[in-house]
């Protein structure tokens, strides 16, 4: 008997994209809907998704690691919510965060409303997912699937933030406004979890027998060569876009941090606007400018 996967791209990259998810909520770029799935990190989605685990995405700057879960989500149609994690972030703002002014003004006013009111709290994005009722921007049609949620950038956050979220991760629920124990509605699959880190900060053993460990390498030549394949389409420069991988593979040794698979389609996007080809000499200024770190001069033609 074969592996029964849950998550197949093969099968689910013909399945439309919802309308008014382009790009999906919570991204910022249309990149993040366009994703070479390797078998190791399809096999690492399908053990999280299996074992209920987080999926702890590994790696450095430009690897992919943020924009693996919305695409899972997008793929699979799951609803989909992100968090980017900051050295201000708190554990319970990754499940749900106080109103304090709205309350403080409202007592003031003589308009307190009852303790636990929703007029005082906001739900996060790990609320949402076990619960698609408090998600009032969420889609209707999507408020009976499953959802994927992205915490991004875990090791920016005090360690205490990480280790703070095991239990709800584990059991799906924890305590909300007004001491209220939130868990999973009814008929809401378990969400899965997705955690990137660029290792920064050392997270904790216990955090880490907790997830499934998936680490991602920086981007090579190939891989370059195929993203921009699907993602430039009918206006595909092959010549050009061989010369630019080559110059970003080169760079990404000769400098740090290496530029990433967003800024290599940016100058492929960038080049085409401006009518460059291999055979203009101003698109190796073009492609310093948007890649390189300072290391040569953009206005070097040679």
Same mark, same amino acid.
């Given at each position: 008997?074969?592996?029964?996967?849950?998550?197949?791209?093969?099968?689910?990259? @013909?399945?439309?994209?919802?309308?008014?998810?382009?790009?999906?909520?919570?991204?910022?770029?249309?990149?993040? $809907?366009?994703?070479?799935?390797?078998?190791?990190?399809?096999?690492?989605?399908?053990?999280?998704?299996?074992?209920?685990?987080?999926?702890?995405?590994?790696?450095?700057?430009?690897?992919?690691?943020?924009?693996?879960?919305?695409?899972?989500?997008?793929?699979?149609?799951?609803?989909? @919510?992100?968090?980017?994690?900051?050295?201000?972030?708190?554990?319970?703002?990754?499940?749900?965060?106080?109103?304090?002014?709205? $309350?403080?003004?409202?007592?003031? $006013?003589?308009?307190? $409303?009852?303790?636990?009111?929703?007029?005082?709290?906001?739900?996060?994005?790990?609320?949402?997912?076990?619960?698609?009722? =408090?998600?009032?921007?969420?889609?209707?049609?999507?408020?009976?699937?499953?959802?994927?949620?992205?915490?991004?950038?875990?090791?920016?956050?005090?360690?205490? =933030?990480?280790?703070? !979220?095991?239990?709800?991760?584990?059991?799906?629920?924890?305590?909300?406004?007004?001491?209220?124990?939130?868990?999973?509605?009814?008929?809401?699959?378990?969400? !899965?979890?997705?955690?990137? &880190?660029?290792?920064?900060?050392?997270? &904790?053993?216990?955090? !880490?027998?907790?997830?499934?460990?998936?680490?991602? /390498?920086?981007?090579?030549?190939?891989?370059?060569?195929?993203?921009?394949?699907?993602?430039?389409? /009918?206006?595909?420069?092959?010549?050009?876009?061989?010369?630019?991988? /080559?110059?970003?593979?080169?760079?990404?040794?000769?400098?740090?941090?290496?530029? &990433?698979?967003?800024?290599?389609?940016?100058?492929?996007?960038?080049?085409?606007?401006?009518?460059?080809?291999?055979?203009?000499?101003?698109?190796?200024? =073009?492609?310093?400018?948007?890649?390189?770190?300072? &290391?040569?001069?953009?206005?070097? @033609?040679?």
């Amino acid at each position: 008997m074969g592996l029964i996967k849950l998550f197949d791209p093969a099968e689910e990259t @013909y399945r439309p994209t919802p309308a008014g998810r382009t790009p999906a909520r919570g991204t910022g770029r249309l990149d993040d $809907q366009v994703y070479l799935f390797d078998h190791r990190t399809v096999l690492a989605v399908n053990v999280a998704l299996a074992s209920g685990r987080p999926l702890l995405v590994l790696g450095p700057p430009g690897s992919g690691k943020s924009a693996l879960a919305p695409n899972v989500a997008r793929l699979m149609r799951f609803r989909y @919510y992100a968090e980017v994690v900051t050295a201000r972030t708190e554990p319970h703002d990754l499940l749900w965060r106080e109103e304090a002014f709205r $309350q403080l003004n409202d007592a003031t $006013q003589g308009l307190l $409303q009852a303790p636990g009111s929703r007029a005082y709290f906001r739900p996060g994005p790990l609320w949402k997912a076990l619960d698609p009722a =408090v998600d009032e921007e969420g889609l209707p049609t999507f408020r009976d699937r499953p959802a994927v949620v992205l915490i991004d950038e875990i090791d920016k956050a005090d360690p205490d =933030v990480p280790d703070a !979220l095991l239990d709800p991760l584990n059991n799906l629920r924890f305590v909300g406004p007004d001491r209220h124990t939130v868990t999973a509605a009814e008929g809401t699959g378990a969400p !899965l979890v997705v955690i990137t &880190s660029n290792e920064e900060r050392e997270l &904790s053993a216990a955090f !880490l027998r907790r997830c499934i460990l998936l680490r991602l /390498d920086a981007p090579d030549r190939e891989h370059l060569l195929k993203v921009a394949r699907l993602h430039m389409g /009918d206006d595909y420069d092959e010549a050009l876009t061989v010369e630019l991988a /080559d110059m970003f593979e080169h760079e990404s040794v000769a400098s740090r941090p290496a530029a &990433s698979t967003a800024e290599f389609l940016d100058t492929l996007r960038a080049c085409h606007q401006m009518g460059l080809t291999v055979e203009s000499p101003e698109w190796r200024a =073009v492609a310093d400018l948007a890649m390189t770190k300072g &290391s040569s001069d953009p206005f070097s @033609y040679t």
